[in-house]
């Protein structure tokens, strides 16, 4: 069963640098697949931020696309997110992804971490 | 304002059937792009559902169906167990915002 466990701050200030890391277990992420990120507000709906294929290949929401780099860290089997510039609306739950396709369609998610950005 | 629609709420009896809509447009859906579907639990993260437009996942219930024509997908349960209560979420790829779309949610209440 492959796993994905999220980690990093719970509490950014206004115009620092979100980052994120999952870690993936029981699975190498330079076998295959695409990784991604994906946020929820509190409450509100879904948001994809962006993917990263195993060769190193990104592709970024186009609105978040000035802000956001996504790496992968193939020696610990993980990758990460950095969000710059961050303002209380980047506030929410970030999930990191497995998908089969850079079009969507995540079949394991990781528990999904808060962050909440404020002074 | 989500680029694909999804009805806020729906309800149904134990055992009866619902299904969920999901309304796109020619970059989307109707530009042929598949449709995922996820289910999230309150206080879970988003489980996949319905790959591909209409395929199971290994473990889903078969219970659950999707199913895609012209720029709407739709997803139907049938046999209502008090377990589906959940929001679940409609998925696809748009060609001109050139990223994932998300439907807005739809709250799924067994009444």
């Known amino acids: 069963q492959v796993q994905l466990q999220e980690s990093g701050p719970g509490l950014v200030k206004p115009s620092e640098t979100l980052s994120l890391t999952c870690a993936v277990s029981n699975y190498s992420i330079s076998s295959g697949y695409y990784w991604g990120w994906i946020r929820q507000p509190p409450g509100k709906g879904l948001e994809w931020i962006g993917s990263?294929?195993?060769?190193?290949?990104?592709y970024y929401n186009p609105s978040l696309k000035s802000r956001i780099t996504v790496s992968l860290d193939t020696s610990k089997n993980q990758f990460s997110l950095n969000l710059n510039s961050v303002t209380a609306a980047d506030t929410a739950f970030y999930y990191c992804a497995r998908h089969a396709s850079r079009l969507g369609g995540s079949d394991y998610w990781g528990q999904g971490t808060l962050v909440t950005v404020s002074s | 304002q989500s680029v694909l629609t999804q009805p806020p709420s729906v309800s149904g009896a134990p055992g009866q059937r619902v299904t969920i809509s999901c309304t796109g447009s020619?970059?989307?859906?109707?530009?042929?792009?598949?449709v995922h579907w996820y289910q999230q639990l309150p206080e879970t993260a988003p489980k996949l559902l319905i790959k591909?437009?209409?395929n199971r996942p290994s473990g889903v219930p078969d219970r659950f169906s999707g199913s895609k024509s012209g720029t709407s997908a739709s997803l139907a349960v049938t046999g209502l167990q008090a377990e589906d209560e959940a929001d679940y979420y409609c998925q696809s790829y748009d060609s001109v915002l050139r990223g994932w779309v998300f439907g807005g949610g739809t709250k799924l209440t067994v009444l």
């Open positions: 020619s970059s989307n859906i109707g530009a042929g792009y598949d």
């Open positions: 591909n437009n209409n």
């Open positions: 990263i294929y195993q060769s190193g290949s990104t």
